[in-house]
């Protein structure tokens, strides 16, 4: 019975072909996913998402499917969020999949460390591919970090590179600047953040910008 299960599990997501070419490779997917706690149809999504949006073969995105399944369970994103923060990695990155799931629960751990919810930091990442194109360097560990200083300040990844964008319209920053200092009732110095913008880097914008004004509890 497991077994027919299973076969039509592939054949829903594949076709005929699922259980005939990609037997094996899909057939080892809802094993990782099983044992994990996690569905079998969860596997063949993922095996279909990781393929169709990176432009991998089956028996590429199979071997992504493990990582995939032990940062959903031990996280609790949904495995379409998962399946976009692997392929990031290791497509545009040139990470392996071991390496981006130990890059993306150390960023965990170092959410919690922060007192930050490590799944929203996370899902910042996965939420602007936009950003990650833009400013991710390292690895993409840069934006990691600047994703949890982000949360730190109350607010999300696309946020800051937001912010990043308008300290250099410096009229309108020197303006808001002037602005903040009067509504805070204290100096506020936002060149130090101008530079960090200039050179593309998100985390050390948050941070700095947390040093002027305060995180999300100070302000509150």
Known sequence: ????????????????????????ELAGAN???????LSSKDAQTTVSNIAN???????????????VGRIAAST??????VSKLVGLFTQTQGLTGDQAENLLLGARQLAIANDVAPDKVLSDIAADTEVFARFSK?????LLRAAVQARKLGINLGDVAQTADKLLNFQDSL?????????????????????LAINNDLEGVAIEITKQVGGEAEFN
């Open 1 to 24: 019975k497991e077994l027919s299960d299973a076969m039509f599990k592939c054949m829903e997501q594949f076709g005929g072909i699922g259980v005939t070419k990609f037997r094996n």
């Open 31 to 37: 094993q990782e996913f099983v044992q994990l706690g």
């Open 53 to 67: 949006s990176f432009g991998l073969s089956v028996e590429e995105s199979s071997k992504l499917v493990r990582n």
């Open 76 to 81: 609790g994103m949904s495995t379409d969020e």
């Open 138 to 142: 390292d690895g993409g560990e840069n």
């Open 175 to 195: 303006n808001a600047e002037i602005e903040a200092s009067i509504l805070l009732g204290r100096d506020v110095n936002l060149q130090k953040a101008r530079e």
